[in-house]
């Protein structure tokens, strides 16, 4: 059983559309939830979120928790071709030491000119 | 901008045989992590590592696993006696130690792991 799940699983938009993309979680004692981008190789790091509410933005990308909801989403405003990505949500839960990251299947986003 | 290596980044070896996939994570970080993809597939952790031992393993990492840091810069996965199913990118990450870890992980650009 998925407990993070994203939506949609691929999305197809023009160049300076505006995308929104979303992440439920079903986890117990909750932690955090980053998203990353992951190109060719490694999952790069976009933003980590532990509170509600407190929107994280870097340039054109934004994102918010809502913990009530127990969701998430990415914003990405006036995308370009170098948006086209695999975005990933990640979980990270209160257990054992630290916790380790549960993934979602992530977004495919194809940004088309 | 400091980031996690690994090598090699393509290895090929004939089922049955021992594998070593190494990593070199962020100098100043204390946690450390393995994780792998299957081709299409999500994400999954396998295993994560502080104070010289590991912290927290999934169930995909059993008794065929093991995980060393045997210097103060290199972290190694081991996979023993290889599967056709043990296919997949495996990625390193690390984390420094504000927060008892609760950071943001940096992953390397993964070793893709090919068993004939």
């Known amino acids: 059983e998925d407990k993070v799940v994203q939506s949609p699983l691929s999305l197809v938009v023009h160049e300076g559309d505006t995308v929104t993309l979303n992440c439920s979680y079903e986890?117990?004692?909750?932690?955090?939830l980053l998203w990353y981008k992951q190109e060719k190789k490694a999952p790069t790091f976009l933003f980590m979120l532990?509170?509600?509410?407190i929107e994280k933005k870097s340039g054109r990308l934004s994102s918010i928790l809502d913990k009530k909801e127990l969701s998430s989403i990415l914003n990405i405003t006036a995308t370009q071709t170098g948006d086209s990505a695999i975005y990933l949500c990640?979980?990270?839960?209160?257990?054992?030491?630290?916790?380790?990251?549960?993934f979602g299947k992530g977004t495919k986003l194809s940004v088309k000119p | 901008e400091p980031e996690v290596t690994q090598t090699p980044s393509h290895q090929v070896t004939q089922m049955g045989q021992e594998v070593i996939l190494r990593c070199v994570p962020i100098?100043?970080?204390?946690?450390f992590y393995w994780y792998r993809q299957i081709l299409g597939q999500k994400v999954e952790f396998l295993v994560s590592?502080?104070?010289?031992?590991?912290?927290?393993k999934s169930e995909i990492f059993d008794d065929q696993f093991s995980v060393e840091r045997p210097d103060g810069s290199n972290f190694t996965l081991k996979i023993r006696s290889t599967k056709l199913e043990d296919s997949a990118m495996y990625f390193c990450?690390?984390?420094?130690?504000?927060?008892?870890?609760?950071?943001?992980?940096?992953f390397g650009d993964g070793t893709r792991l090919s068993i004939l």
């Open positions: 990450a690390s984390s420094d130690s504000r927060d008892k870890g609760n950071q943001p992980q940096h």
């Open positions: 986890v117990t004692n909750f932690r955090s």
């Open positions: 532990t509170s509600s509410g």
């Open positions: 990640a979980v990270r839960f209160y257990g054992g030491s630290q916790g380790n990251l549960i």
């Open positions: 100098s100043n970080h204390l946690y």
């Open positions: 590592f502080y104070n010289n031992e590991i912290s927290e």
